[in-house]
């Protein structure tokens, strides 16, 4: 089993919609969660944190279930700029980031 | 925030041959550089953690002896892929951590893409 496990996808969604992406992890030590976004042939960039408690970021809200060892993105109003790939990153208690594969994503004009 | 820089962000070489990479923290101290390597369609995948002054972890499966990390400044780390071959053909990224940002926060920098032909 992967240690992060993520929806391939891809996901093609309509300028406007809201979209969601799911992950899980198996390591119920791990201690901070991520998610990055990738673009095509660049680095990943820090999109924002996840927390327990839930966290938004103007279009951007992230959850974290420890008991389901679960993590999810929202995005609502999506942008033609949101199309990348989404990743989901765990970091465990040797604070090692473990990357999923990623969720692409599509937005269609 | 901080910035991490790469160097060269690609290189093409025959087989056979060694290549370089260099990971620089541009202005922070990295006490810890990891290095990655993402082949396409794929999540990056951790090769080997290397603390300034010490010699790197390496992740089970990495070859220590084709993979050689040098990190022997604060602001510096190197990866030499030794008698690279077609399969070692992958986007290579580096990132930092230390005296930037968070406790765990990574910075990372822009990718090297290794073409061995």
């Known amino acids: 089993r992967k240690e992060v496990e993520q929806d391939p996808g891809p996901f093609n969604v309509p300028e406007g919609a809201t979209v969601a992406f799911n992950c899980t992890y198996s390591?119920?030590?791990?201690?901070?969660f991520f998610w990055y976004r990738q673009d095509c042939r660049k680095e990943p960039k820090l999109l924002m944190s996840v927390y327990s408690s839930g966290n938004e970021d103007g279009r951007f809200t992230a959850q974290l279930n420890r008991a389901s060892q679960y993590i999810s993105l929202l995005i609502r109003d999506s942008k033609l700029s949101d199309s990348a790939t989404y990743l989901c990153v765990v970091n465990g208690p040797a604070r090692q980031l473990t990357f999923g594969s990623g969720t692409q994503l599509t937005v269609l004009p | 925030g901080a910035v991490v820089s790469q160097h060269p962000s690609w290189v093409i070489c025959k087989s056979g041959t060694s290549v370089k990479i260099e990971c620089r923290s541009l202005?922070?101290?990295?006490?810890?550089m990891f290095w990655y390597r993402q082949f396409p369609k794929q999540s990056l995948m951790l090769m080997a953690t290397s603390n300034e002054g010490s010699k790197a972890t390496y992740e089970q499966g990495v070859e220590k002896d084709k993979f050689l990390i040098n990190h022997a400044s604060l602001t510096l780390s190197t990866l030499t892929v030794t008698s690279a071959h077609p399969e070692d053909s992958s986007f290579y990224i580096c990132?930092?951590?230390?005296?930037?940002?968070?406790?765990?926060?990574?910075?990372f920098g822009p990718g090297t893409r290794l073409t061995v032909l």
């Open positions: 202005d922070f101290q990295a006490t810890t």
């Open positions: 990132s930092a951590r230390g005296s930037a940002g968070g406790y765990n926060e990574q910075f």
């Open positions: 390591n119920s030590a791990s201690q901070s």
